[in-house]
């Protein structure tokens, strides 16, 4: 992490030359997009993206401030939630850019939550085979985790995120003041992902977590900003050293083979955080199960979900059948067993030789499943 001046952040991602990004957090960042465009962009014209919610809430001033400036800019938007992570909204909004003559000078500027980046950021890699995205998340769970990696994409009737593409952003851009107008829940969502990476990662980090929980959900805005830009350090020192997903990015989903299969057996009407939360409590049990992973770090991390109202409730709304069969047609599945990253402590993931995921047959799960 470089730090550039005593009030903001700047953290590099990737190492080759044509897909690197630098990540820039600063409180009031978003005022300094002009010059930062400038700086980053040779684009003649800018497409801001968003949804009605951040729209009216950021999308139309940042539009005007970005004219007053001398930018030739239009915004675009659709309606908020993942149900609108369509083909159908990549398709409005890139017949609306077309309508509006944009070209390949274009630059999209993705400004709000995980839907919005995904979205846009699909529209970025198709859009005249390719143009820049600059990533402005505005959603804590799309600052610690969306914004950063470069994946792209939408929804399709046979499940999430199955059409889309790496396009690395061309700069992210974090301010953390906007989260003083996300609910608390929304914060929640995110905070799960930085405990993740906590726990995979970094056992101060961890620590460091559980205690200030309460302050982050009192939008203390020091201290988020010191939690996103741990969070985005430790994710870009992920995805710098595994760019397309072929080695240890894999342990970005520890939590995510059972909350998966959680989510998609309660037809996704369990929160994503509340489900990855859950994912791990149950992926750390089958560790110390399997004698691999130390028994206390259990009850730190129940206690440390507990601040974010996640209960560690055993089997009550588990069918263990249930779980199973969709751990079945999970994608990521590979013959004979599923994939499980372990931890064997806090702050380390367990390594299987040169894989970075545990291959559990089905058998042991289900006896695991059923003990619960
Ligand atoms: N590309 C990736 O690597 C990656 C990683 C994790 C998650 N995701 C995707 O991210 C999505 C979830 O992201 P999300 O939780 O941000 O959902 P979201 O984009 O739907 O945002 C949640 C809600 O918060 C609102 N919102 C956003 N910022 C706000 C602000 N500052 N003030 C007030 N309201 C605000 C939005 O309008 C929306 O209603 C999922 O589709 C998931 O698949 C992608
Ligand atoms: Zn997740």
Known sequence: MKQIRSDSTLIHVGTREESSYDVLVKQGALSSLPSLLGEYTSSHRYAIISDRNVASLYGHSLRDNLRKEGLDVELFVFDQGEVNKTRSTWCDLTDKMLA????????????????VGDVAGFVAATYMRGVPVVQIPTSLLAMIDAS??????VDVSAGKNLVGAFHPPRLV?????????????ECKQGLVEAVKHGLIMDPQYFAQLSELIPELLNYDLDKIEEIVSRSIELKASVVTEDEH????REILNFGHTFGHAMEVAQHYTMSHGTAVGRGMLLEIRLGIELGLTDPS?????????AKLGISNHGSQDLNSEEIMDHLRLDKKSKLGGRRFVLIS?????L???????????EGILMEFLGSL
């Open 173 to 185: 851009i974090v301010d953390p003041t906007v989260v003083s107008t996300l609910s608390v829940d």
């Open 245 to 248: 997903e072929h080695g240890k």
């Open 100 to 115: 509006k003559s944009f070209g390949r000078d274009s630059c999209i500027l993705a400004l709000g939550g995980g839907v």
């Open 148 to 153: 950063v990696g470069g994946k792209t994409g």
């Open 345 to 349: 402590g806090i702050g380390s993931v």
């Open 351 to 361: 390594r299987n030789g040169e894989d970075w995921s545990h291959t559990i047959e």
């Open 297 to 305: 770090t259990f009850e730190a991390t129940v206690s440390c979900l």
